[in-house]
């Protein structure tokens, strides 16, 4: 606004009446305060109109800059950071002394590879090695099941308890607790048995299909700062139904030849071997002796030559028992083992191995065993000295 208006409007109206006062007073404008110097106001009415004003300029400056300067708010979306007390190291652990039976059937014993019941041992470890240790006092340990994945890298040694409890199996909903016996052991002196442990449900229902046996120790029986838990290597479980159709681990020379790994019953191996008169473990390790080019052939190509030595390996472990079989022709007295073999001569009564007698051609010793195979039900069987099954490498 010009001032010399201001001016002229307030000398116009020297005569006119005065406003009545409002409620509020209003805040002086710059223009006013202007008005006011040029009236000739005193100082005091000059500091006074400009009070307002400049505390309203600041006010709003000081507003602005610290709005500018201020720092955002940072908006996090983690949880507040909890700290834990890291676990120390532990040097005991739990074991298994050894490996579990295979294959595993529902309703039946848990053994360990040698058919006795399995066993639990505190060790302590140095490095990779194991030494059984014990504690001055017995601690209660529990037997659970786990997840066959649990662990995938078996020679990590940092797990912790979280890890190993949050792969334990439960059983399925409306089913019976997954295994039954002997599940809370004491351990005294470093050891502790496990017997009559069975399995209520097979392992097909399971992402990996596979179960471990674990082992850990339960809580508040153990002074020490942690003992390691123990876990077997993954296993499968079949339902007890499978268990007829089991492999006889050693195989008996009476079983049928399905018994053997590799062989399954009423399978297309099976049928070929049936075909060929092979119809027991004996039968196959005899045609193998005499003449294993027939056998392969009856197997046929299906067969790979990996696959037929883990049946050929299976087959050799077989009980040979001490029965002896006699071959008399006009000029020699042959004794056989029971799968063909040839055990030595009948001189005098008493058995002369091969080795001691000198002469023999290999043609004539294989003459024999081919006349012993083509007459096996008509040799003389007779009880000897059991001996070892050692079946000749063939080239």
């Known amino acids: 606004m010009d001032p010399r208006r201001l001016l002229d409007d307030s000398d116009g109206?020297?005569?006119?009446?005065?406003?009545?006062?409002?409620?509020?007073?209003?805040?002086?404008?710059?223009?006013?305060?202007?008005g006011e110097v040029l009236k000739g106001n005193s100082l005091q009415n000059i500091c006074s109109?400009?009070?307002?004003?400049?505390?309203?300029?600041?006010?709003?400056?000081v507003e602005r800059g610290l709005g500018?300067?201020?720092?955002?708010?940072?908006?996090?979306?983690?949880?507040?950071?909890?700290?834990?007390?890291?676990?120390?190291?532990?040097?005991?652990?739990?074991?298994?002394?050894?490996?579990?039976?295979?294959?595993?059937?529902?309703?039946?014993?848990?053994?360990?590879?040698?058919?006795?019941?399995?066993?639990?041992?505190?060790?302590?470890?140095?490095?990779?090695?194991?030494?059984?240790?014990?504690?001055?006092?017995?601690?209660?340990?529990?037997?659970?099941?786990?997840?066959?994945?649990?662990?995938?890298?078996e020679e990590c040694k940092d797990w912790t308890k979280e890890q190993f409890n949050d792969k334990i199996v439960r059983e399925r909903t409306g089913k019976r607790p997954l295994i039954t016996g002997d599940v809370?052991?004491?351990?005294?002196?470093?050891s502790a048995q496990v017997a009559g442990l069975t399995f209520t449900d097979n392992s097909s229902w399971i992402r990996s299909r596979t179960f471990r046996l674990g082992a850990r120790?339960?809580?508040?029986?153990?002074?020490?700062?942690?003992?390691?838990?123990?876990?077997?290597?993954p296993f499968v479980v079949r339902d007890h139904r499978g268990e007829l159709y089991k492999k006889h681990h050693p195989p008996s020379l009476s079983?049928?030849?399905w018994r053997l790994e590799k062989i399954g019953k009423d399978g297309a191996?099976?049928?070929?071997?049936?075909?060929?008169?092979?119809?027991?473990?004996?039968?196959?390790?005899?045609?193998?002796?005499?003449?294993?080019?027939r056998l392969r052939a009856i197997l046929g190509n299906?067969?790979?030559?990996?696959?037929?030595?883990?049946?050929?390996?299976?087959?050799?472990?077989?009980?040979?028992?001490?029965?002896?079989?006699?071959?008399?022709?006009?000029?020699?007295?042959?004794?056989?083992?029971?799968?063909?073999?040839?055990?030595?001569?009948?001189?005098?009564?008493?058995?002369?191995?091969t080795r001691d007698l000198v002469g023999l051609q290999r043609g004539y010793i294989e003459d024999l065993v081919r006349c012993a195979y083509t007459n096996w039900n008509s040799l003389e069987v007779v009880d000897g000295q059991p001996g070892e099954n050692t079946l000749p490498s063939q080239d």
């Open 68 to 153: 500018l300067n201020a720092p955002q708010p940072i908006h996090r979306s983690n949880p507040p950071l909890q700290i834990k007390a890291p676990e120390l190291e532990s040097t005991l652990q739990l074991c298994f002394a050894k490996r579990i039976s295979q294959p595993v059937f529902t309703g039946s014993k848990i053994e360990d590879e040698e058919g006795k019941p399995l066993r639990i041992l505190l060790v302590h470890v140095q490095g990779n090695q194991r030494v059984p240790t014990s504690l001055p006092y017995p601690i209660k340990v529990e037997i659970v099941v786990l997840y066959g994945d649990f662990l995938a890298n």
């Open 184 to 190: 809370i052991l004491t351990l005294r002196h470093g």
């Open 302 to 353: 299906g067969m790979s030559d990996k696959v037929f030595e883990v049946m050929i390996k299976h087959a050799s472990t077989c009980i040979m028992g001490n029965k002896q079989y006699v071959l008399r022709t006009e000029t020699q007295t042959v004794v056989f083992n029971p799968i063909c073999q040839l055990v030595g001569f009948m001189v005098d009564e008493k058995i002369c191995s």
């Open 49 to 61: 109109a400009l009070e307002p004003v400049l505390r309203k300029v600041v006010s709003e400056e």
């Open 217 to 233: 120790v339960v809580p508040g029986t153990c002074s020490e700062s942690r003992i390691l838990e123990a876990f077997t290597k």
């Open 255 to 257: 079983d049928e030849v």
């Open 269 to 293: 191996f099976h049928g070929r071997l049936d075909a060929g008169g092979i119809n027991t473990v004996q039968d196959l390790l005899k045609l193998w002796v005499v003449d294993h080019t």
């Open 13 to 34: 109206n020297g005569d006119s009446p005065p406003e009545p006062k409002r409620s509020r007073t209003a805040r002086p404008s710059l223009a006013s305060v202007i």
